[in-house]
């Protein structure tokens, strides 16, 4: 029997996926985790810090007594120098957000393996759940590469499939994300250990590339399909929130709608705000939608308690991208 492979895993320190691949790497008998590399120390990955159960890799990996590092600067020699004298065969990666570069890339024996939650070479780059649910994906996946010098653009060695129903919203996709990579994870590991892996190199012409959302990527527009601005929504759930304004400029932060439709009431100007017998409604360029929840106080309350979603108020209905 082959001895146990020594595995480094990087992960941000408040990670979700890096907490299981944590526990996993640990227990499992054909693994010899030398070490963690997380954040340093009062970073935090933005992914996590509004979920209600928090996780801390650092005091998870002093509890099972594996070495946790946390350097500022995670390509200076010395680190790296660091990392080759704990002699690795991978360097194992979940949900780092930082690039490592050459150097640190050539530490191990035989290679470092990233896990990507999407179906590269489609949704590189930053928050595929984002992007993802905002664009009604229903084609999911997990990928596990082989890192190479571009960003998420090395040879794929293994990919499960996530079938989607369309509707999640990006905190239900990234649960469904987290999960699967950690069984990727499990199935990956004997491959690793006898070195029977396949390398599957990404078509460059499949290849989509999105980068992290900027605070205006939340901001709703009305302008467009009742589709569309429910796949926004679902998109900023829980945090930060899809939002749109009033014209006296109060923000109103949407949580969750339905497409549920008024019987026999005309369609207004998008951003038209009605109460109607059934429930809250916006206008929409093609139909009205129902807004359920909102944000209000830092709590999920129904749409009707927020203070600015009056009968006849107009929400912004400004097109901010193609329709």
């Not at 390509?75 to 360097?91: A, C, K, S, T």
């Not at 890339?105 to 595929?128: M, Q």
């Amino acid at each position: 029997m082959k001895p146990p492979i020594r595995v480094v895993l990087f992960s941000e320190v408040n990670s979700k996926l890096g907490a299981p691949f944590l526990d996993m790497l640990h227990g499992h008998p054909l693994v010899n985790l030398v070490a963690v590399v997380t954040s340093p120390v009062n970073r935090l990955c933005d992914y996590f810090t509004a979920d209600t159960e928090q996780v801390d890799l650092e005091q998870r990996g002093k509890n099972l007594g594996v070495p946790v590092l946390r350097p500022e600067k995670v390509n200076d020699p010395d680190f790296v120098q660091r990392i080759r004298d704990l002699e690795p065969d991978y360097l194992i990666v979940g949900n780092f957000q930082r690039i490592l570069k050459e150097d640190l890339l050539s530490t191990p024996k035989v290679t470092c393996v990233n896990f990507h939650p999407s179906a590269l070479p489609r949704y590189a780059g930053l928050a595929p759940f984002y992007w993802m649910v905002r664009n009604g994906e229903t084609d999911g996946a997990v990928t596990a590469i082989e890192m190479a010098a571009g960003l998420d653009t090395g040879p794929i060695l293994t990919q499960h499939r996530t079938p989607l129903t369309g509707r999640e919203t990006a905190l239900e996709l990234r649960t469904i994300q987290e999960r699967a990579n950690v069984l990727m994870l499990l199935d990956l590991i004997p491959q690793l250990v006898s070195g029977s892996f396949h390398r599957i190199p990404q078509d460059p012409s499949e290849r989509t590339y999105f980068t992290r959302p900027s605070e205006n990527e939340f901001r709703l527009d009305f302008a467009h399909s009742v589709h569309k601005v429910s796949c926004h929504i679902r998109a900023g759930y829980r945090n930060p929130g899809a939002f749109a304004e009033t014209p006296g400029g109060d923000r109103v932060t949407i949580l969750s709608s339905d497409d549920t439709t008024p019987a026999g009431v005309d369609l207004e100007p998008a951003g038209t705000v009605r109460q109607l017998e059934n429930g809250l409604f916006v206008a929409c360029r093609d139909g009205w939608l129902r807004l359920l929840t909102v944000e209000w106080g830092g709590s999920e309350v129904p749409a009707q308690a927020h203070r600015a979603l009056t009968d006849g108020t107009v929400l912004s209905a400004t097109v901010l991208e193609p329709a």
